[in-house]
């Protein structure tokens, strides 16, 4: 039995006094649905403001990137030990960190690493961009993202990974996968993927989200798809209305 998550991915928005507000408003909100696990994911910045919010209360806390290293000169980067206390979740491998910050499947692994070795739970994201989906290569492209991401990494760390499938093209775009579209990729080649490293029952266990121009409007639909476990949300995850709505739609499906 796979818990739901749903990640609001603040992406570089929100000043620190801003995220307080925001995350104590939200806060009763999505407490009143215990059977989804919702997680924040601000800037650094807002993080220790973010976490004291939502001290003792079963709301996730999650980093949108770290270093690879534990410490060292590597100005204006922060590291996965760093965030222990602050956090709970990194998002690694994200495609506008890949896009614009060159980030390898090399380097997405050498961060996944850090972030398991500080006892930390990776949400990995993977996807294929539009060139990319329109040539076919989407399930090539996303299981050598998944393989390379997971090398070396155990089965039982395997299990703390939660697997964002985004697909570029919907991101921040307003098209949104269809539900049809995202459960075949996420259960197919993603979880197609995870089975063929790790076996099927640590597939099972691990969760899968979209992430792509999910809202309040289409997330019903993507939550009852057997093999989306979640979501990743930037754009409706900045409004409290938008966000804990969604919370309390896929509530109601569990
Ligand atoms: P979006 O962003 O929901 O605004 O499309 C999703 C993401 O980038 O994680």
Redesign the pocket.
């Known amino acids: 039995m796979r818990v739901p998550i749903l990640a609001g ?1 603040w ?1 570089m928005n929100k000043l620190p006094g801003e995220a307080v507000e925001f995350t104590r408003a939200l806060r009763p909100l999505v407490l009143r649905y215990p059977n989804v696990e919702t997680v924040v994911c601000p800037p650094f910045v807002d993080l220790p403001g973010v976490a004291d919010a939502l001290a003792g209360v079963k709301v996730g806390v999650g980093a949108q990137n770290c270093h690879w290293a534990d410490s060292g000169a590597y100005t204006g980067e922060v590291s996965a030990p760093m965030l222990v206390g602050l956090a709970d979740y990194v998002i690694v491998g ?3 960190r890949r896009q614009y910050f060159g980030e390898t499947d090399e380097i997405v692994n050498k961060k996944v690493k850090a972030v398991l070795a500080s006892k930390l739970r990776p949400i990995l ?1 993977v996807g294929e961009d539009l060139a990319q989906n329109e040539a076919g290569v989407t399930d090539t492209l996303v299981s050598g993202q998944l393989r390379a991401a997971f090398d070396g990494i155990s089965a039982a760390q395997a299990r703390e990974v939660v697997v ?1 499938y ?1 697909p570029i093209w ?4 307003g098209k949104t996968a269809s539900a049809a579209v995202a459960e075949r990729v996420c259960g197919v080649v993603v979880r197609g993927a995870l089975a063929d490293l790790y076996g099927s029952t640590v597939a099972d266990a691990i969760r899968i989200q979209y ?5 309040e409007k289409n997330i019903a639909e993507l939550m009852a798809m057997p093999d989306i476990d979640g979501a ?6 900045l409004k409290v209305d938008a966000f804990s709505e969604m919370v309390k739609l896929t509530a109601a499906l569990c």
Request: hydrophobic share 30%; net charge negative.
């Open positions: 991915n992406k994200h495609s506008e994201c964002a985004e919907a991101i921040g775009t992430g792509g121009s999910a809202n990743l949300i930037g754009g409706a995850s």
